[in-house]
């Protein structure tokens, strides 16, 4: 009799470490499920064949009027998802963003996805066409210190095509065009 109950302190010990790996594996297991949900299935990636063309621009900078109408068409195979449209005076290396996701463009992010005409899920298809009003008003790099938009004359136009869902995107890196134009009063 002696002898089982000196096992005993050994035996709650052996209990007492069977439990704390059980719950270590079960904390891992909740942590693992937890944190799948939050990372993405897929990464995106830019095929290739992702061609975007501008077809038309029409830039005024009048004191009243301070706006960048732009037309993409998709050239490429593939339909991309949204773009990143910049834009500064010629001559200058740094672009800055005129379709900011991050601001709230007129309440949605429909300056920055691309839609087809009359479509209501993001994505430019191939030989689409998109058409969209910019205001250049309050764009930083484009206005001076007081906020004034800078004068008319010419600008580097720079469009960059990007696919991928949500917040999740890649840039088409070799998809990029330059255009220069010209902005009136």
Do not use: W
Request: charged share 20%; proline share 5%; with cysteine.
């Amino acid at each position: 009799m002696k002898c089982l109950l000196k096992n005993n302190r050994g035996m709650s010990e052996m209990v007492s470490y069977v439990l704390l790996i059980i719950m270590a594996i079960g904390l891992s297991v909740i942590v693992f499920a937890f944190l799948s949900v939050y990372v993405p299935k897929e990464k995106p990636e830019c095929k290739e064949d992702v061609h975007v063309a501008i077809t038309k621009t029409l830039c005024n900078m009048s004191n009243t009027n301070q706006t960048l109408t732009l037309e993409l068409t998709n050239k490429g195979l593939f339909t991309f998802d949204a773009a990143y449209i910049r834009m500064a005076p010629a001559g200058r290396e740094v672009t800055f963003l005129i379709n900011d996701p991050e601001k709230n463009l007129g309440g949605s992010v429909r300056g920055f996805q691309l839609y087809a005409p009359g479509a209501t899920k993001p994505g430019l298809p191939p030989g689409a066409q998109y058409t969209r009003i910019y205001s250049l008003a309050n764009i930083e790099g484009l206005t001076d210190s007081e906020g004034v938009t800078l004068v008319p004359g010419t600008y580097t136009l720079e469009v960059q095509p990007a696919m991928g869902k949500g917040k999740n995107f890649a840039l088409c890196e070799k998809a990029i065009i330059h255009e220069t134009i010209r902005c009136t009063a």
